[in-house]
């Protein structure tokens, strides 16, 4: 099995990487700048905007992880450029090459003025919160477009917030560890014939207010919990819309600013 990354120097595949290796798995590495191979690790640059790249890329490929993308706000243009006709060129380009199953990291922020409650459900209609959650919604809904029109198994993860420790004191809800990011792509490779699915990246975190049913559902099984570093964890916690929206401070964040 060969499973191409996208974005594979950023941090959400750095993490993954090695929690992905199998026996008989190839990791096909993908990025603009060349990440170091590890062993049955194969590195390709190039864009994720550039047709040519992708076609290059999706040759010969059981699985698209597409994480490539600005992973935080940008102007209007480099958003729709990168992040959503990235991801357009990317399935195009799966869709072309026969590649069967592609799993998108969306995010927490296509639905960041979502108000916080609990159990929110992961195919919660879009509230972005920043041009960013505006490029998550579009890829999901591009998503949705390649499954019905062509039969791709799509597997849309919105992501909370996946470092190696949870980001200050809203981190300890929307948190998923390394571990069980690890676990929940896994079972988004290997479930058989998801069709098409919007699933909550989040570990079982005692403050979690994202569901985990949609992505039990395809026998992710979380088992960490922020709340283990939450004697560590110092800072204010969030207050005004940091706090009642779920998008925390992308809710007050300047429009088409990077930051
Ligand atoms: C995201 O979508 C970002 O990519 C990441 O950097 C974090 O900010 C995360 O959301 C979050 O909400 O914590």
């Not at 919604?137 to 998503?143: D, F, Q, R, T």
């Not at 948190?175 to 490779?189: K, N, V, Y």
């Given at each position: 099995m060969r499973v191409l990354l996208t974005g594979a120097a950023g941090g959400v595949a750095t993490l993954l990487r090695?929690?992905?290796?199998?026996d008989g798995r190839v990791l096909r590495l993908l990025d603009v700048?060349?990440?170091?191979?590890?062993?049955?690790?194969?590195?390709?640059?190039?864009?994720?905007?550039?047709?040519?790249?992708?076609a290059v890329a999706c040759h010969d490929v059981d699985a698209v992880i597409h994480l490539g993308g600005h992973s935080r706000e940008n102007s209007w243009a480099e958003t729709v450029e990168v992040n959503i006709t990235g991801t357009q060129t990317v399935l195009e380009a799966a869709q072309k090459a026969g590649v069967p199953r592609v799993i998108l990291a969306s995010s927490n922020h296509a639905v960041g003025f979502r108000e916080v409650t609990e159990e929110l459900p992961a195919?919660?209609?879009?509230?972005?919160?920043t041009f960013y959650g505006v490029s998550k919604?579009?890829?999901?809904?591009?998503?949705s477009l390649y499954h019905s029109r062509f039969g791709m198994d799509v597997v849309c993860i919105r992501i909370g917030s996946c470092f190696e420790r949870p980001p200050g004191?809203?981190?300890?809800?929307?948190?998923?560890?390394?571990?069980?990011?690890?676990?929940?792509?896994?079972?988004?490779?290997t479930f058989?014939?998801?069709?098409?699915?919007?699933?909550?990246?989040?570990?079982?975190n005692t403050r979690r207010v994202y569901s985990l049913?949609?992505?039990?559902?395809?026998?992710?099984?979380?088992?960490d919990d922020a709340e283990k570093f939450a004697a560590e964890i110092t800072g204010p916690a969030p207050t005004g819309a940091a706090a009642k929206y779920v998008g925390g401070p992308f809710t007050t964040t300047p429009l088409g600013i990077p930051n």
């Open positions: 090695p929690r992905l290796r199998r700048t060349a990440p170091q191979a590890l062993a049955e690790e194969e590195v390709l640059t190039g864009s994720v905007t550039d047709p040519e790249a992708m195919e919660s209609t879009p509230r972005p919160d919604a579009a890829i999901e809904a591009l998503g004191v809203r981190g300890l809800a929307t948190w998923l560890s390394p571990d069980d990011a690890g676990r929940l792509f896994e079972a988004c490779l058989p014939s998801p069709g098409y699915r919007v699933v909550w990246g989040v570990s079982d049913a949609e992505a039990e559902a395809l026998g992710y099984r979380s088992l």
